[in-house]
């Protein structure tokens, strides 16, 4: 039971049950919130947009195309502290102010310890995924592949590529949930300075242990929307971003009392 506050008997934010269907309504939600300020969101995701595609073709380009592979797999570890300015406008529409380009590219609430160590964290596990991924690369092929073409090829086509793929699935499955489960509702909530990272992961946790099946819907279209953009080049992200950021923000708001 929660108090008047909104806090259960350990002092920490009562969370709420959701719907199977919730999800779906967070994202029908976010698609109006992103076209009441169009400019803004869209510029923030071209922004994101840009720097992955930059990164990426830079190492497919210099013969270094598991790296751009395996960053690009791995871009849905570090996406949700990529959307800080996204949630800020879903703070701002939500409170009936119109969100600016200034007000999301420099949120003054995410320049503090808390974001910060949660970020950091974001990046240790980002470097895990990359060691597991170079590791399972490593047992399955013979070779190095230098060029994009000749390692999907590799992967697509032959016993041990779809070997890899397998336990790389797997493992960055695991992983990935793991993330989700620690992240999905601190990252916004860290927005509200009142909040640690100790309260705004452990209530991130409760929210996914108590509403287990709606959050795997949910990892799953996450999921599901980053990879299809990253097929693009990149270039769907540009409205996937900050679709799934607003949409990010209601799942906070709507599972956080």
């Given at each position: 039971m929660g108090d008047a506050n909104g806090s259960d008997a350990n002092g920490l934010p009562a969370v709420n049950t959701i719907s199977l269907t919730a999800p779906f309504?967070?994202?029908?939600?976010?698609?109006?919130?992103?076209?009441?300020?169009?400019?803004?969101?869209?510029?923030?995701?071209?922004?994101?947009?840009?720097?992955?595609?930059?990164?990426?073709?830079?190492?497919?380009?210099t013969g270094l195309a598991f790296w751009a592979v395996a960053l690009a797999a791995g871009f849905i570890f570090i996406a949700p502290m990529m959307a800080m300015g996204i949630y800020e406008g879903g703070r701002m529409l939500e409170a009936s102010k119109r969100p600016t380009l200034v007000r999301v590219a420099f949120v003054?609430?995410?320049?503090?310890?808390?974001?910060?160590?949660?970020?950091?964290?974001?990046?240790?596990?980002?470097?895990?995924?990359?060691?597991?991924?170079?590791?399972?690369?490593?047992?399955?092929?013979?070779?190095?592949?230098?060029?994009?073409?000749?390692?999907?090829?590799?992967?697509?086509?032959?016993p041990a590529g779809h070997t890899m793929l397998i336990w790389g699935t797997a493992i960055g499955g695991i992983l990935a949930w793991l993330t989700f489960s620690l992240v999905v509702v601190s990252a916004p909530m860290l927005l509200d300075s009142r909040r640690d990272i100790f309260t705004a992961t452990v209530t991130s946790v409760r929210c996914v242990a108590k509403n287990t099946l709606p959050m795997l819907i949910w990892a799953a279209i996450i999921a599901t929307l980053i990879l299809a953009s990253l097929a693009t080049g990149f270039f769907a992200l540009i409205v996937v971003i900050p679709w799934l950021g607003l949409a990010s923000w209601r799942a906070y708001r709507a599972l956080v009392v």
């Amino acid at each position: 039971m929660g108090d008047a506050n909104g806090s259960d008997a350990n002092g920490l934010p009562a969370v709420n049950t959701i719907s199977l269907t919730a999800p779906f309504g967070w994202l029908a939600g976010a698609w109006r919130d992103l076209w009441q300020a169009p400019v803004v969101f869209l510029a923030y995701g071209l922004v994101v947009a840009f720097l992955g595609a930059a990164i990426a073709l830079g190492l497919a380009f210099t013969g270094l195309a598991f790296w751009a592979v395996a960053l690009a797999a791995g871009f849905i570890f570090i996406a949700p502290m990529m959307a800080m300015g996204i949630y800020e406008g879903g703070r701002m529409l939500e409170a009936s102010k119109r969100p600016t380009l200034v007000r999301v590219a420099f949120v003054r609430a995410a320049f503090r310890r808390d974001v910060a160590f949660l970020g950091l964290a974001l990046l240790i596990i980002f470097g895990i995924w990359l060691e597991l991924a170079l590791i399972t690369a490593g047992l399955a092929a013979s070779r190095i592949y230098p060029t994009l073409d000749a390692f999907i090829q590799f992967a697509t086509t032959t016993p041990a590529g779809h070997t890899m793929l397998i336990w790389g699935t797997a493992i960055g499955g695991i992983l990935a949930w793991l993330t989700f489960s620690l992240v999905v509702v601190s990252a916004p909530m860290l927005l509200d300075s009142r909040r640690d990272i100790f309260t705004a992961t452990v209530t991130s946790v409760r929210c996914v242990a108590k509403n287990t099946l709606p959050m795997l819907i949910w990892a799953a279209i996450i999921a599901t929307l980053i990879l299809a953009s990253l097929a693009t080049g990149f270039f769907a992200l540009i409205v996937v971003i900050p679709w799934l950021g607003l949409a990010s923000w209601r799942a906070y708001r709507a599972l956080v009392v």
